[in-house]
DNA sequence: CTTATTCCCTGATTGC
DNA sequence: TGCAATCAGGGAATAA
């Protein structure tokens, strides 16, 4: 499931091998629904003949693709989709939607089990991508900014994190894994949260998200890089995949819950559901984590 | 504005 | 063992 992770893994592999590098043509599967929205699949493959990569971007979990002429392909993978560059003459992938033949031999396919994956094309990739709220990194993601939308809040916190116009490049795993690191429970409310937890919050996000590139991404099932490679992060986490498991903290079982519609991992111990402090303090907390983690290249 | 629900998809897993 | 029902979940759309 590509989150922002295993997103910018994959930009970060696609950009030095396709910079500079023009395309000869598209191709398309056949499969319904169309894995192109706003044009026709001929209008995408005409528009991309020709041009050269300049340069690969993200704004949260999409990938965007800068074209000469100023043209934007905007993509993003949702939950099966991957992005594959492979050599001249390289065997079929299963699944795949697209293909973008290089000039050079080489082949970026688009492969998608599932079909929810999405490409578009703009000239200002805002048009083509939802209201995204702040990166992660950004200056305006602060404590205060968190307060500020989430402080209200009544429903779980989780569900608000998860929610890009919140915050862009939160998914369900990593939305687990910030929460752990906070101490939050799932479902308390923003309107519960005490003013140090803001931060502790902001700083978790940002904590849980650069461990998963550093370990260049989660690959619980459907995750490959553009080499088809799985990454790491599914062997470092402290609760996604835990359950049953004792926690690497405090060596309580690891809770599997369902919150806001989506399963949850979470130590019943080091999140408590009231904002009661736990035995160890938050700064031990988090020295602990970070002693234990592998990885982790922080932005 | 927030919050809850449904839908899209198909391979993997679970249940009888 | 076999087949049907359920699950996985990001995000758009819809409803309240």
């Known amino acids: 499931m590509p989150e922002l992770p295993e997103v910018e893994t994959i930009r970060r592999q696609l950009e030095p091998r396709l910079v500079g590098v023009r395309v000869r043509e598209v191709t398309f599967e056949e499969g319904k629904p169309s894995a192109i929205d706003g044009v026709t699949e001929a209008e995408f493959a005409r528009s991309l003949a020709g041009r050269t990569f300049e340069g690969v971007g993200r704004r949260g979990k ?74 992660p990194w950004d200056d305006a993601f602060t404590p205060g900014y968190l307060r500020e939308r989430l402080g209200r809040g009544k429903g779980p916190i989780k569900a608000r994190i998860l929610d890009q116009s919140v915050v862009a490049g939160v998914g369900n795993i990593y939305a687990d894994e910030a929460l752990f690191h906070a101490g939050i429970h799932p479902v308390r409310s923003g309107a519960s949260l005490r003013p140090a937890e803001w931060t502790r919050l902001r700083d978790a996000i940002q904590w849980a998200l650069a461990h998963g590139v550093g370990l260049r991404g989660a690959s619980f099932r459907d995750f490959f890089d553009i080499d088809g490679e799985q990454g790491a992060l599914q062997n470092d986490t402290f609760v996604m995949g835990r359950a049953t498991l004792p926690c690497r903290l405090c060596g309580t079982p690891i809770q599997k819950t369902r919150v806001a519609g989506r399963g949850t991992s979470l130590c019943p111990h080091c999140q408590p559901r009231s904002s009661a402090p736990s035995a160890m303090t938050y700064n031990a907390r988090c020295d602990a984590i970070a002693a234990m983690a592998a990885g982790g290249s922080v932005e």
């Open 62 to 135: 999409y990938l965007d693709f800068r074209l000469s002429g100023g043209l934007r392909w905007v993509q993003h993978l949702r939950m099966t989709g991957k992005l594959l560059l492979r050599p001249c003459g390289s065997p079929s992938d299963a699944y795949t939607r697209f293909t973008v033949y290089l000039e050079d031999g080489r082949e970026l396919r688009f492969a998608d089990v599932r079909k929810f994956g999405r490409a578009g094309l703009a000239l200002n990739p805002r048009d083509v991508m939802p209201a995204l709220g702040p990166e």
